[in-house]
Structure formats: C-alpha cells, structure tokens
Nanobody, 127 residues
Framework: QVQLVESGGGSVQAGGSLRLSCEAAGYTISTYSMGWFRQAPGKEREGVAA???????IYADSVKGRFTISKDNAMNTLSLQMNSLKPDDSAMYYCAADPRRGMLRVALLMERAYTYWGQGAQVTVSS
C-alpha cells in the first residue's frame, strides 16, 4: 500500500524559508513521478513543482527561482525547499505520486495525473 506523509510545514514571515518533506512508503520513489501541489482557501489545487521518473524537475512560473524540488532515493523522500516566501504562497501543500513512466512533462503539474496523495502540510506566510 502506497503512503505519503508530509512534514515541515509551519508559519514564517515573508522573505523566509521552509522545507517540506514527503516520506513515501510501500514503493520506491526512484521509479515514480512525484509532485507538490498547493491549495489556498477558495482556490483550486495547483501544481507547484514536480520531478519525473528520470529525475528532471519542472516548476510553476510563480515559484521558479524560489522553490527547489528534490528526491532522496536512499531515504525514499521527496523534498521542497521554499525560499523567498511570499504571503501568496500560503496554502495547504500536498505531495503526490504516480507510477506511470513516460509522463508528459506538461502533465507533471496536473492534479489528475497523480494516483496517490498525502494528507497535506500547512504553510502560512505573513507579511
């Protein structure tokens, strides 16, 4: 059974940094496409960053240059380093995974492309 557990959320002032982690169980992340999504109150869930089974990252324009996604295959963990945080980054952040190989890069930031989801971690950025 695939399980994803996020950690590392919290509250920070604008300009600060946070690091989210997603610990995976039940499968080996090196063979999966994985992504980070976020959902703010009253808004749709949106893709933030993703990494395909070959280890290539992709980012939403809104976080390029500020967020970095990475996989630690030895620890079976996905991470999201978030720097220069803005109040607009405040949201519930979700980790997602899917076993399909060869996913189109354009699909990596689409919610419907993923089969497995974590429970979410709250990130709050104050001005």
């Amino acid at each position: 059974q695939v399980q994803l557990v996020e950690s590392g959320g919290g509250s920070v002032q604008a300009g600060g940094s946070l690091r989210l982690s997603c610990e995976a169980a039940g499968y080996t992340i090196s063979t999966y496409s994985m992504g980070w999504f976020r959902q703010a109150p009253g808004k749709e869930r949106e893709g933030v960053a993703a990494i395909d089974s070959a280890g290539r990252p992709i980012y939403a324009d809104s976080v390029k240059g500020r967020f970095t996604i990475s996989k630690d295959n030895a620890m079976n963990t996905l991470s999201l380093q978030m720097n220069s945080l803005k109040p607009d980054d405040s949201a519930m952040y979700y980790c997602a995974a899917d076993p399909r190989r060869g996913m189109l890069r354009v699909a990596l930031l689409m919610e419907r492309a993923y089969t497995y989801w974590g429970q979410g971690a709250q990130v709050t950025v104050s001005s």
